[in-house]
Each structure stands twice: as structure tokens, then as C-alpha cells.
């Protein structure tokens, strides 16, 4: 059977001093799955994009701003993430200059800006106090994930560097 994950992107827009980083508190919708969580921008992947210019719409439309430089961080691969058991497909991007004020709100919820240094003390996915490291830290290599869920918990994570 054909692998036939939903491909998304996932950004982390960095403040020009790169101490800061902004995130959604997602707090709007009682529906929401990622309901009280924090997260990086970005969402699914159209038919007629290819995966940076989904990136740059997706941060256009969350936050209002303009991407003027972003370097791809690593790809993640999360069988059985979604709401349904869905597969998904995660490409991920820190963008390091942009054009513009950002929101302080979505649909989806609340805009913050955050230290880099105090993302692990927000409430998270399970899994993403595994791969975020890999998206801040020093190492230029790109990094590429699997981490397969089960009823809404990881189950494991494994990822490589290139």
C-alpha cells in the first residue's frame, strides 16, 4: 500500500536578534486538537506549491509576515499523528528574516513571542521537545525524524543527520 502522508510545513520565525521566537498559544478554538498547546507556524501543502512557497503562505497568513530568508531545518515524518490516525509529513523551517509586524492573533489563537532558551517550559506536544533541539541548535545539517504516534501519544523517536 502507497504511503500517502498529509505534507506540511512547520516554521519557527526567529526575532532579528535570535533570542526570541514566535509561536501560537493555540487558545481559540475549543475544537482544536493542539487545543492549549504552543506551536510553530505552518499547515498543509496545496497541489499547485512547492514546499517553501507553502512555508511563506503559511506564515503570510498566520502572522502577516513576509519571508525574507529561511533555511529549511529538517523534515519530519509522524505516522498516525492526526486527528483520525492520519499520517503526516512535516517539513521544517526556521526563518531567520521577515518583512513586517506580526499579529498578535490568528483564528487559531494567540501570537507570542518566546525566548528560545524557555520553549521547554511551555506546554507541548510530547514530541516536540525531541525535535526542537535539533531545530536551534548549532548544527548546520539538516535533520530528518520519524516519530510514529498512537491515540494521540509518541510512541518513539529516531531521527538522522545528513
Not at 545539517?141 to 531521527?159: E, L, T
Request: proline content about 8%; hydrophobic content about 35%.
Amino acid at each position: 500500500m502507497p504511503y500517502t502522508p498529509i505534507v506540511a510545513t512547520l516554521g519557527y520565525v526567529l526575532s532579528p536578534d535570535r533570542r526570541k521566537v514566535l509561536m501560537i498559544h493555540r487558545n481559540a478554538r475549543p475544537d482544536d486538537q493542539h487545543l492549549g498547546k504552543y506551536n510553530g507556524l505552518g499547515g498543509k501543502m496545496e497541489p499547485s506549491e512547492d514546499i517553501a512557497t507553502c512555508m511563506r503562505r503559511e506564515i503570510r497568513e498566520e502572522a502577516g509576515l513576509e519571508c525574507a530568508s529561511m533555511q529549511l531545518r529538517g523534515t519530519l515524518n509522524w505516522p498516525g499523528f492526526g486527528k483520525q490516525g492520519e499520517d503526516w509529513l512535516g517539513f521544517i523551517f526556521i526563518i531567520d528574516a521577515f518583512i513586517g509586524e506580526p499579529y498578535t492573533e490568528n483564528p487559531e489563537g494567540t501570537l507570542e513571542w518566546v525566548d528560545v532558551d524557555r520553549l521547554m517550559e511551555l506546554p507541548m506536544w510530547e514530541g516536540d521537545r525531541h525535535f526542537l533541539p535539533l531545530v536551534f541548535d548549532g548544527d548546520p545539517r539538516p535533520f530528518h525524524g520519524v516519530m510514529p504516534y498512537r491515540d494521540g501519544r509518541m510512541q518513539s523517536w529516531a531521527f538522522t543527520r545528513l
